[in-house]
């Protein structure tokens, strides 16, 4: 009968989830997982895939990417971020909301859901954008499905001015009270502009001046405000692109108190030196937070390993060729193309006996779904999740080359040249095989737009916030 049959089988393959690895045959029906086993007891598909001697995993889910539209589609657009993610193994994308507009309003909201429910390859999350202006329509933006709210402390692509800290803090006793996660771009936006301005006067164009201005310290400081706020309000955060190996204690610390944060970071901080980038190296790789020196790279993959940093993102950051290829180093644009390369470089790392696969996994997908309350309709293999597989050959050797970037119009990374073992050979999403052997099929419109599902809201010091306040009788006892 017609009407029972799966439509797609995956035939032959081993399943690996964060926490287990077995031999099973997935299916797939109306975009969910029907049955994960024995292929004694499949289900007949419409579809089969062969996938004898691969591994099966939960597709990855990229918590922060720059699609770039609305406004900036010199630089990307969803067609060819989600053609670039569906390349990569990504079945889902969180998109940031410095685009332009910025996603500050519902009305921005919905242009930017119309273009990516008209092209997107992939399933997809928006973002909200947290800042003096926005705070009024939070509660809409979150009725209207932002998977979550992104705060940029540090100033970046698109200039979005920081809020000042007192909108900061009602910001979050208002995201404490909707629940949904800000994910926060933690830097100190006065101290490394005034550092930055220091060498410009002082005649500093570089490679490293770019780092020099957004030293440690300047991540720091901006880490531990977010720590006191989120602990404060109970609004809960994640820190985006964490790169700098001194904000673990302070993670870990902040973590075992309570505080309701997660903590992401990038294949970048893990794998490249900035002693290494010179001339236009240094241009390629020029991104907020900066890439420090290699000594920081090893403590930030075990922190990654053992959890304190929960969730591996890209930053996936495009921009046209020649807004990275100006002769001041100042000028130049912040960001690299991540979200196809991601999965290459980690499977690399597994590969080398330097993570397993089911740590892989626990960052890649679990992590990003618990977070942002898609868990555990995503980030795992088993029935009555969604479809949004990959299945990954674990030996296939190749070189990362900026040429053949599904990133069309951002065709340069800073992996140029590298070596991986390991990569997605099928993707999948909802059933429907979306890049196959390296080709990407045509499915625009195909991904959906992802809501989150948060625990209950746990709003703290309630007594105090901007709001109560303003109550002639309010007082703090
Ligand atoms: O280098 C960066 N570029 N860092 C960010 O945080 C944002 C990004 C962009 O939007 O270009
Ligand atoms: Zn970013």
């Known amino acids: 009968m017609t009407e029972s049959l799966a439509d797609l089988l995956i035939t032959g393959g081993t399943v690996v989830n964060e926490t287990a690895r077995f031999p099973a045959d997935v299916a797939i029906k109306d975009g ?29 889910i990229d918590v922060h990417t720059h699609i770039r539209e609305p406004g900036m589609t010199h630089k990307e657009d969803w067609t060819t971020g989600t053609r670039a993610a569906a390349a990569g193994g990504v079945t889902t994308v ?48 979150a ?12 100033n970046t692509t698109g200039n979005n001015p920081a809020p000042n800290d007192g909108a900061v803090l009602e910001g979050f006793e208002i995201l404490a009270e909707l629940g949904l996660r800000c994910s926060i771009h933690a830097e100190n936006s006065p101290m490394l502009f005034w550092r930055e301005n220091r060498m410009k006067a002082a005649g500093r164009d570089d490679a490293f001046a770019h780092l020099s201005a957004r030293a440690d310290i300047v991540a720091l400081e901006s880490l531990n405000r977010s720590i006191v706020l989120s602990e404060w309000t109970g609004a809960r955060i994640h820190i985006v692109h964490e790169s700098c190996m001194r904000s673990i204690p302070i993670i870990r610390d902040a973590k075992a108190r309570g505080v309701p944060m997660t903590v992401e970071t990038c294949p970048q901080y893990v794998l490249i030196a900035a002693e290494d980038l010179v001339g236009d190296k240094g241009r390629v790789a020029r991104l907020n937070p900066p890439i420090r020196e290699g000594r920081q790279r090893e403590p930030i993959l075990q922190a990654l390993l053992d959890g304190t940093i929960d969730i591996l993102g890209t930053d996936h950051a495009p921009h046209a060729m020649e807004e990275k290829q100006r002769p001041s180093f100042w000028d130049n644009a912040c960001g690299f193309p991540g979200v196809e390369t991601s999965m290459r470089l980690m499977l690399t790392l597994v590969h080398e006996g330097r993570m397993t696969m089911e740590q892989y996994v626990r960052m890649a997908s679990a992590a990003p779904a618990r977070a942002f309350g898609l868990w555990p309709r995503k980030g795992v293999i088993q029935p009555g999740a969604d479809g949004d597989v990959a299945v990954v050959d674990a030996g ?40 196959q052997d390296g080709k990407v099929l045509d499915a625009p419109g195909w991904g959906r737009m ?15 916030t901007t709001k109560a306040i303003l109550r002639p009788d309010a007082r703090p006892w």
């Open 143 to 154: 009725k209207a499905g932002v998977i979550g709210f992104k705060l940029f402390y540090g």
């Open 396 to 435: 296939a050797r190749g070189t990362i080359r900026g040429a053949e970037l599904h990133s069309i119009r951002s065709r340069f990374t800073p992996f140029e040249g590298m070596e991986t073992v390991g990569r997605a050979v099928a993707t999948i999403v909802r059933g429907r095989i979306v890049m």
């Open 450 to 464: 992802e809501r989150p599902a948060m625990p209950k809201p746990e709003p703290r010091n309630l007594a105090t």
């Open 32 to 60: 969910v997982i029907a049955f994960v086993g024995h292929p004694a007891f499949a289900p007949k598909a419409k579809n089969t895939l062969d996938a004898r001697g691969k591994l099966v995993i939960p597709g990855a």
């Open 94 to 141: 969180f998109d940031m909301p410095n685009t332009e507009p910025a996603i500050a309003t519902e009305e921005a909201l919905a242009a930017k859901r119309e273009a990516a429910e008209r092209q997107a390859h992939v399933n997809f999350g928006l973002y909200g954008i947290l800042d003096e202006r926005s705070l009024d329509h939070l509660p809409a933006l």
